[in-house]
């Protein structure tokens, strides 16, 4: 915006200009890194590396600890566990929630889980598909998310879409695996069943 009717001595013309950009006095980073706070003149402005405005109680107070995780964990509380995991990027801790929750209350879980942290839960069970891993537990918690949370996957496919690749790779994957597998138990069994055969007709 330039300076109407002002001219400011030692400036040209073309910088002559006030720009609109607001200026911050403080700065203030969530604990997972991935959002942050800045104060400005035109009031409070908020930023997200994840690109979702959906709002997660978890973000308060300065519980996001390791120690909070166990807790709910401890409590039963699976679905805060999972979420304050995901928030603190802890791979282990995430494993540790999703596998130890039992298996009639994940569904409940998946239900509740905040939006804000399905794609990284949803990254690290494509994951552990993908390397065999809990494999039973893991295809079910993907079969349970997308039940509850797959409006989301079509409406933001950028951000679920990596995931349900590795998981639709994995899955073909480990099908073939089984297939050769029963084929090889198929012929062994075959060969056992002709050789027994064969000795007993000889004795």
Not at 173 to 185: D, M, P, R, T, Y
Request: aromatic residues 4%; hydrophobic residues 50%.
């Amino acid at each position: 915006e330039k300076l109407a009717g002002e001219v400011l001595p030692g400036l040209l013309s073309d910088a002559q200009r006030v720009s609109n950009a607001p200026g911050t006095t403080c700065v203030r980073f969530a604990a997972d890194g991935r959002s942050w706070a800045a104060a400005t003149a035109a009031g409070t402005a908020l930023f997200s590396l994840d690109g979702v405005g959906d709002f997660g109680p978890v973000h308060l107070g300065a519980d996001i600890t390791p120690l909070a995780c166990e807790q709910a964990m401890v409590a039963g509380r699976w679905a805060r566990a999972i979420a304050l995991a995901a928030q603190l990027d802890s791979e282990a801790l995430l494993i540790r929630a999703l596998t130890v929750a039992p298996p009639d209350e994940r569904a409940a879980a998946a239900v509740v889980l905040p939006h804000a942290y399905l794609a990284r839960v949803m990254g690290c069970v494509a994951q552990q598909i993908d390397s065999g891993a809990h494999l039973e537990a893991m295809l079910r918690w993907a079969h349970l998310l997308l039940r509850a949370h797959g409006h989301l996957a079509r409406q933001q496919p950028a951000q679920h879409l990596p995931a349900l690749r590795t998981i639709k790779q994995a899955v073909v994957k480990h099908q073939a695996g089984l297939v050769e597998l029963a084929e090889q138990n198929a012929s062994a069994l075959l060969y056992v069943s002709q050789a027994h055969g064969t000795s007993f007709a000889r004795a």
